[in-house]
């Protein structure tokens, strides 16, 4: 089943202490993204990658890192988490051809304290 | 489930009417545009897509108009079901040479039985 997945789905942390939140897609797929979902903002993008080893800055990537050493995956960093970074998170992949059609994954819940 | 939108604006209709869902874009230059589907606790997930060449694009049940005039675009679902009900989204690709997504902030639509 083509699908992109995510863990851990829901995480309650404390401030600074570093996180990984995991991205995969199973599509082949070139192109990965990171958002995050907050009431009345809608989706923001936080980073992207048009490919292995090729990544960039999104609209809110203050305070996030992100790596793409293989196609497949696409961890988002946070190295000092703070309260602003409670949110939901969503990785979402497409192809690089034809429809840009993102495909997401189920989300994880963020909650920093 | 999550929660994606405390304030979002809201269409409720009865089973089996039809529903509109509009939004604007920001970006005349965008060439491409798509509607998303998101359930309580899930992703959003793709409905229809059209490109800016094109009016209108029928699907099943759905159909999505393009008026590049006034910068708008609505979403018709035919014969609406409880299982309709979720957050919309309009999403624009602004046509910078990559993808590039743009999500509105969605409307949640409540169809009662």
């Known amino acids: 089943e083509a699908q992109v997945t995510q863990n851990p789905r829901y995480l309650i942390t404390v401030t600074g202490k570093k996180l990984t939140v995991t991205c995969s897609q199973n599509m082949n797929h070139e192109y990965m993204s990171w958002y995050r979902q907050d009431p009345g903002l809608g989706l923001r993008q936080i980073y992207y990658?048009?490919?292995?080893?090729?990544?960039d800055k999104g609209d809110v990537p203050e305070g996030y890192k992100v790596s793409r050493k293989e196609k497949r995956n696409f961890p988002l960093i946070l190295e000092s988490p703070s309260p602003n970074q409670t949110s939901l998170y969503f990785c979402?992949?497409?192809?690089?051809?034809?429809?840009?059609?993102?495909?997401f994954g189920p989300g994880t819940r963020l909650t920093v304290t | 489930g999550e929660s994606v939108g405390l304030h979002l604006p809201t269409l409720s209709v009865q089973e089996g009417d039809n529903s509109i869902i509009n939004c604007a874009y920001s970006?005349?230059?965008?060439?491409?545009f798509i509607w998303y589907k998101q359930e309580s606790g899930k992703g959003p997930q793709f409905i229809i897509d059209i490109r800016s060449n094109m009016d209108k694009r029928q699907g099943q049940r759905v159909t999505v108009l393009l008026n590049k005039t006034v910068k708008h675009l609505s979403l018709q679902i035919a014969a609406t079901q409880p299982g309709d009900s979720a957050v919309y989204f309009c999403a624009e690709n602004m046509n910078t040479g990559f993808q590039k997504l743009v999500f509105g902030t969605g409307t949640r639509l409540l169809v009662s039985p």
């Open positions: 970006n005349s230059a965008s060439d491409y």
């Open positions: 979402a992949s497409s192809s690089a051809g034809g429809s840009y059609e993102q495909y």
């Open positions: 990658s048009m490919n292995v080893e090729v990544t």
